[in-house]
């Protein structure tokens, strides 16, 4: 089993819908949870975190974790052709010393 | 501060060849971690520091790599006797100290072993 496992996809949406992108992760310790956009053959953008359970909402942008699940999800509203990218999730596990295990992406793309 | 700064973006080098990569992290972050990426995965840990001192290094940096941060501001990574699989992107990243910290990530060096 893979530590931190999404989707590759695509996930296909149209402009203006709601994109959901999920994440599983197998740590049961892990602390913090990281989303991170990335262009093709650029470098990943940090755009959310997430430490505790919940909801957290930044923008179009709004993240949520569900630690007993192991689950970590990415919601974006009001998607636009510019949101079409690669999102990677992110965790740190406890005592790694902010060193991030991602998973291997899930490719968006929002058409018009 | 403009964010953490690797040098050079791309580098091409014939197999056996030496090649070096800098980075320059934000400045007021005391962590530095290298990761690789290849095509179609996310970036793999490869070592980190705090400040000067080497606190992790990967199974996956053979005795081939090393890296430095010789007074705990920018690092080098150093690839010696590339092969073709040493192709990749080589990402930088640095953080302040803390849990949770959040990590930015430099704009990489794509390296092609030929």
């Known amino acids: 089993q893979k530590e931190v496992e999404q989707n590759s996809g695509p996930l296909s949406v149209p402009e203006g819908a709601i994109a959901s992108l999920n994440c599983t992760y197998s740590d049961r310790v892990s602390q913090s949870f990281f989303w991170y956009r990335q262009y093709s053959g650029k470098s990943p953008e940090l755009i959310m975190s997430i430490y505790s359970n919940g909801d957290k909402e930044d923008g179009r942008f709004t993240a949520q974790l569900n630690k007993a699940s192991q689950y970590v999800s990415l919601l974006i509203r009001d998607s636009q052709p510019s949101d079409s990218a690669t999102y990677l999730c992110a965790v740190n596990q406890a005592g790694g010393g902010n060193k991030l295990t991602f998973g291997t992406g899930t490719q968006l793309k929002v058409e018009l | 501060d403009t964010g953490v700064s690797q040098n050079p973006r791309h580098k091409i080098t014939k197999r056996g060849q030496n090649v070096t990569f800098r980075c320059d992290p934000i400045?007021?972050?005391?962590?530095l971690y290298w990761y690789r990426q290849t095509l179609g995965q996310g970036p793999e840990f490869l070592t980190y520091f705090q400040n000067e001192a080497q606190l992790e290094k990967s199974r996956l940096l053979s005795d081939r790599f090393s890296a430095e941060r010789p007074k705990g501001s920018f690092s080098t990574l150093e690839i010696q006797r590339t092969e073709q699989g040493d192709s990749a992107m080589y990402l930088c990243?640095?953080?302040?100290?803390?849990?949770?910290?959040?990590?930015?990530f430099g704009q990489g060096t794509r390296l092609t072993v030929v």
């Open positions: 400045s007021e972050h005391n962590r």
């Open positions: 990243a640095s953080s302040s100290t803390g849990g949770g910290t959040e990590a930015f």
